[in-house]
C-alpha cells in the first residue's frame, strides 16, 4: 500500500522536530547541572532528602521536582489524597519560599 505524500511528510517533520524540541527543554536543566557544579546552588537529592521524609510523615506522596532557572528556585510536587501539593525551595539555601496547594 502507498504511502500519501502528506502523510510521508508529517512523519519526516515529526522526526526533525522531536530532537530539537528536546533539546530547548533542557535549558533549565542544563542551568541547574552548571549552577550546582560552579556551586552556587544545592543538589537536588539534598534538597529532596530535607523536604520528602517531612511530606511523606504528613501523608503525601512525592512526584517529581522541576528547576526554575531564572529565580534558581526547585518546585517539588508532592501528591495528598486528590489534591497537588507545590512547594517551592530556595535552590541556593534549601530553604522553602512558598507552597500552594493543600
Known sequence: MPVKPTILAALILGAIAQPAAAQWNRGDQDEAYQARRDGALMS????????VPRMKARGAD???AEFDGGSGRYRLKFMRGGSVIWVDVDG???????????
Not at 537536588?44 to 523536604?51: H, K, P, T, V
Not at 541556593?92 to 507552597?99: D, E, L
Open 44 to 51: 537536588l537529592r539534598a534538597i529532596e532528602n530535607g523536604l
Open 62 to 64: 512525592y512526584i517529581g
Open 92 to 102: 541556593r539555601t534549601g530553604a522553602i519560599v512558598a507552597r500552594a496547594g493543600d
